[in-house]
Nanobody
Framework: QVQLVESGGGLVQAGGSLRLSCAASGGTFSNYKMGWFRQAPDKEREFVAAITRSGGSTNYAVSVKGRFTISRDNAKNTVNLQMNSLKPEDTAVYYC???????????????????WGQGTQVTVSS
């Protein structure tokens, strides 16, 4: 079983940038596809970005494509989310998640992921 811990959240002005990191432990990190999700107050958790086990393929929500970049370092057991040109509507708790399924396509739904971090708050002020 893998444990996930997110970091890097905070308060930023609109147009600014943040870099989220997720550190994994307790499992073989390279065996998992990894994803980022977010949940705003009174809204359902939604897909943001995901990456295959090797890092060779990625998938993004339409709302963040071109602004966010997901990457992973299997040697360091980390997955990152670089967020640029942030907007107030990006405000949410961001969660890192791991998917044991080795196949494609990359999962975009909450139930496809097996392990979750505790989340990190991102607040974008206007």
């Amino acid at each position: 079983q893998v444990q996930l811990v997110e970091s890097g959240g905070g308060l930023v002005q609109a147009g600014g940038s943040l870099r989220l990191s997720c550190a994994a432990s307790g499992g073989t990190f390279s065996n998992y596809k990894m994803g980022w999700f977010r949940q705003a107050p009174d809204k359902e958790r939604e897909f943001v970005a995901a990456i295959t086990r090797s890092g060779g393929s990625t998938n993004y929500a339409v709302s963040v494509k071109g602004r966010f970049t997901i990457s992973r370092d299997n040697a360091k057991n980390t997955v990152n989310l670089q967020m640029n040109s942030l907007k107030p509507e990006d405000t949410a708790v961001y969660y890192c998640a791991a998917d044991r399924d080795s196949g494609l396509p990359i999962g975009v739904r909450v139930f496809e992921y097996d392990y979750w971090g505790q989340g990190t708050q991102v607040t974008v002020s206007s």
